[in-house]
């Protein structure tokens, strides 16, 4: 079986106050939301392609193929927009995005500047992460094992991570990939840069109960900045977080929770 999870398990129950921030949170505390994909398309599923997806991210809609795509880019942005408009206090309609060069969203029109938010789906799981003030990243991937091969790693992950891999064998083996591959996309999306930083030139670093982080000489980048966790919120997914708090901060309280909402809506 995959590595079990460190600290941080996932809450059973939806967290009452999705979204919110109360004053003695304020950049000490992030959240991360997860939720399964809608299962099938219907005049409800027409219903919130109407109210939560923009002219844009309707054509992406219809442009996904197969269907579980569909469903898993509308639940993503479900999530994405009930999530942010309880932190802003406005409808999920009015919460809209822009990407910056690097095709990372932001929020649009200067609203809740200080507000940090990523957004991950694979075929069976959608995940929102986002805080205050510091840089996050949220990866989720199904798992895999045919995906998990020394090709793939030898194309991705560092050399110390390729050569840690080789060590291991069968359900280890693929439990460990797709931990290191959540947690570098984790990285990479909250650096902000995308892939233009180089998956060769980090690697992700191991405890039985922590993870840290190191980089190549050629990257400007201070791991003790850095915080991450790693968890399986399903037995067949992987789920990674990453925030860039300062060395000089103290680690965020990283809250994971399954989120209810799209049952009520």
């Known amino acids: 079986m995959p590595e079990p999870p460190p600290e941080n398990p996932v809450a059973d129950t939806e967290d009452a106050a999705v979204g919110t921030f109360s004053d003695d949170e304020q950049g000490s505390v992030a959240h991360v939301y997860?939720?399964?994909?809608?299962?099938?398309?219907?005049?409800?599923?027409?219903?919130?392609?109407?109210g939560f997806l923009d002219a844009g991210?309707?054509?992406?809609?219809?442009?996904?193929?197969?269907?579980?795509?569909?469903?898993?880019?509308?639940?993503?942005?479900?999530?994405?927009?009930?999530?942010l408009a309880k932190c802003l206090g406005v409808k999920p309609a009015e919460v809209g995005f822009e990407i910056d060069e690097n095709g990372k969203p932001h929020l649009a029109n200067n609203i809740g500047h200080d507000?940090?938010?990523?957004?991950?789906?694979?075929?069976?799981?959608?995940?929102?992460?986002?805080?205050?003030?510091?840089?996050?990243?949220v990866d989720v991937e199904i798992i895999e094992p045919a995906r998990a091969t020394a090709g793939i790693a030898e194309r991705f992950f560092s050399r110390a991570e390729t050569a840690e891999l080789a060590t291991l064998k069968g359900n280890d083996?693929?439990?460990?990939?797709?931990?290191?591959w959540t947690l570098?996309?984790?990285?990479i999306k909250a650096h902000g840069r995308g892939m233009r930083v180089g998956?060769?030139?980090?690697?992700?670093?191991l405890?039985?109960?922590?993870?840290g982080i190191s980089f190549a000489d050629r990257i400007d980048d201070d791991p003790a900045a850095w915080q991450f966790i790693s968890a399986n919120p399903t037995a067949r997914h992987f789920l990674a977080v990453a925030i860039r708090h300062g060395a000089a901060a103290a680690p965020l309280d990283i809250r994971v929770t399954q989120w209810a909402g799209l049952s009520h809506l």
């Open 34 to 50: 997860t939720v399964e994909p809608i299962a099938e398309r219907d005049g409800r599923t027409d219903e919130l392609i109407a």
């Open 199 to 205: 998956l060769g030139n980090f690697s992700v670093e």
């Open 115 to 137: 507000l940090q938010f990523n957004l991950s789906h694979t075929r069976g799981l959608v995940a929102c992460a986002v805080c205050r003030a510091h840089p996050i990243g």
């Open 184 to 187: 570098k996309e984790a990285y």
């Open 57 to 83: 991210e309707r054509e992406r809609f219809e442009r996904f193929i197969p269907e579980h795509s569909r469903l898993e880019f509308l639940t993503g942005r479900v999530l994405l927009r009930s999530v």
């Open 173 to 180: 083996r693929v439990g460990r990939f797709f931990k290191i």
């Open 207 to 211: 405890a039985e109960r922590s993870v």
